[in-house]
């Protein structure tokens, strides 16, 4: 079994952050959202891992060499981005006939992993949404059998989304699907998806079976960001270093601070994280992430999004910062 995740996107609903970091590596509850993805899977026993990179595809390399030795990594580049089937197309020769299990790199859900992986049939996570037109969506008949999957129906037939898992064990076939689509130009608005394969492997014959998972945190923009680090930061508790000590500091859990921060004379949370090596004084947090190697003085900061490298001085309410930015509000 081997495990694919696409992160060549730009994540564009994030910008400016993804202007220089890419959105897997963005900050969420101690942990960053490839991280939480990778941990799913070495706990249910995968150990190798197909990434597929692109926009700032070396500061993914960097991270996962860095923190997973352990594991078999390999990196594919996504040149040019024409959609998550054309993604899985590059991987072909290294996945070479095995079964695979696809997670998406913005995706985050909680689902009993192992369960899926032991399930004789190909799989794919689904969830009840009630605006199913910005996903792919599952149709079943009267006795539960997946007969279409179509990508951002303009008139859904159901509300059954797919979250951007997938256990494939006939691997070869959906790749021949893949091509098959590529070759003749077959898009769902302009790019080449994962669910016209699927739809064209099982008019193949291939039964593919549902899953629910019971949650789905969206990592996709940041309002959704913050609202899934609130509700992660409350399920996992917060997270200091043994050693830290703010100095006349209030913590108000829950709240993540990474190794080496310096926090002092500040309020922090609740449903903060905040990155590595990061300096925060005279501040008010709450309800926010803040990237690594970042300063704050006399801010007041709420519902905000603060990028890597930063240095803000002065009051502000909300903001939505990127990376290497320096922002005097003094």
Known sequence: MKAIIPVAGAGTKLRPHTYTQPKALIPMAGKTVLSIIVDQLLDAGITEFIFIVGYLGEKIQDYVNQHYPQIEAHFVRQSNREGIGHALRLTRSIVDGDEIFIVLGDTICEYDVRKVLNNPHSMMGVKKVDDPREFGVVEMDAEGVVNHVVEKPQIPKSNLALVGVYKIRESDMMYECLETNIRQGI????????????????????????????????????????????????????????????????????????????????????????????????????????????????????????????????????????????????
């Open 187 to 330: 898009k769902a608005h302009g790019e080449y998806s994962i669910s016209d394969a699927l739809d064209c492997m099982i008019r193949r014959g291939v039964q593919i079976v549902p899953f629910k998972v019971e949650s789905w945190f969206d990592c996709g923009k940041k309002e959704t960001l913050l609202e899934s680090n609130a509700t992660l930061l409350k399920k996992f508790g917060g997270k200091t270093e043994p050693s830290d000590v703010f100095e006349n500091t209030v913590i108000i859990q829950p709240v993540s601070v990474g190794a080496g921060c310096t926090i002092r004379n500040s309020i922090i949370g609740p449903n903060v994280t905040i990155g590595e090596n990061t300096t925060v004084d005279s501040s008010i947090i709450r309800q926010s992430i803040i990237g690594a190697y970042a300063n704050l003085f006399d801010i007041v900061l709420d519902e905000s999004l603060i990028g890597s490298d930063t240095s803000i001085r002065g009051e502000s309410r909300t903001l939505n910062i990127g990376d290497n930015t320096n922002i005097d509000l003094g």
